[in-house]
């Protein structure tokens, strides 16, 4: 028989959108559960937060749990883009100081782990199998432990990132602008021989970008932007392109020449696409699962916490007009983004060495090249 209990929310998907959402939900005092379908025990990508996480995690009651976790401080970002010089934007004059590097999956964990403090229910090792909405109340399927349970709910919300996971209102259209993937492969840094240097170095070359980072725990991380159909066919070929590729490098390689690779390479999608709509009848879309940046901006983590209070604000307002408030947070999203993709035009432009090659073509221009609907 299927075990079910209502809440006012469930949040599915316990990423940075998630968990802050839930955190948020649970402060104001709403029930709210949250489906995880990991334990936070693999490798998650996304390391690079600038110094605008304070006021979120701020107010979210987290702050002091951040600067206790381990979490490297770092100075600023240097890149090489345009030219052959390196640029240094130093976090100097950020009011709220410095950036950090961080190890993603220790980051979400505590965030789950302060989402079941604030009084959330958490559940772990459970992943969301369907969804389906009726006379007002949405009934979320689950499987933990090779269970099946249901939960029901007033209001839902999905913080899946660029899960594949399509039913119900989780089909909708989706615009894709690019196809870009991120070629990551995870170091152990030696302290005695790792450079001293914690910003993180950004440098185009003629196939697309790279950019590289100490980590917390003696780990650091070098990361390949490209795009697909200029990678080997071959998987095979895929680690000698890679480190050809970095031989191109006036400045990455030098840092990554002093690390020593801990695994192997590993392909993520990076690529911008949106969701055609970030809001409906009692439901919201935070974080990747509603719009993906360019890791370029290094925007994504921020942007997902952001998305995840002001839906929780959305949803627990005492206003009673729901729709409104819930077009207002569509709006914010849809010229968030529009924001996003004029700056990321921009600074794609500003790099013209290998203005011929197709990586620079693809972004060279407006956005013509509007990859793929689905
Ligand atoms: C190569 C690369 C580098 C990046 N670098 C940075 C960076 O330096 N700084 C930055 O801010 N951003 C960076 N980003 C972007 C950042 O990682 C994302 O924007 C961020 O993770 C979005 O958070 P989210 O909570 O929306 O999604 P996610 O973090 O993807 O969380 C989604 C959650 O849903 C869970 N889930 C999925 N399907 C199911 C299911 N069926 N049932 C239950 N649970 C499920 C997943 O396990 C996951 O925990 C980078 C991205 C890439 C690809």
Known sequence: MLEQKHYDVVILGGGSGGTSAAIALANTGASVALCERSQYRENRVGEMLSPWIRPLLTELGQWERFIQSGHLSSPGIVSCWGNSQLYENEFIFNPYGCGWHIDRSYFDHSMAMAAIETGAKVFLNTLVVDISYEEGLWNILIRQDGKIRSLKADFLINALGRSQFKKGILATERIYLDNLVGVVQVFQSNPSEATEDLRMLIEAFEGGWWYSAQLPKGKAIAVMMTDPDLLPVKLNDLEAYWKKSLLTT?????????????????????????????????????????????????????????????????????????????????ASLLSNFAMYTSEKRLYYNQERRWENTTFWKRRSGDYRNLVNTV
């Open 250 to 330: 006036l400045y990455t390689r030098e840092r990554v020449d002093l690390w020593h690779p801990a695994n192997k390479l590993h392909i993520y999608d990076a690529c911008t696409s949106h969701q055609n709509s970030f809001s409906g009848q009692q439901w919201l879309v935070v974080g990747d699962a509603a719009a993906t940046y360019d890791p370029l901006s290094a925007q994504g983590i921020l942007k997902a916490i952001s998305n995840g209070i002001n839906a929780a604000q959305a949803i627990t307002s005492s206003e009673l007009n729901h729709v409104k408030l819930f077009q207002d947070y569509n």
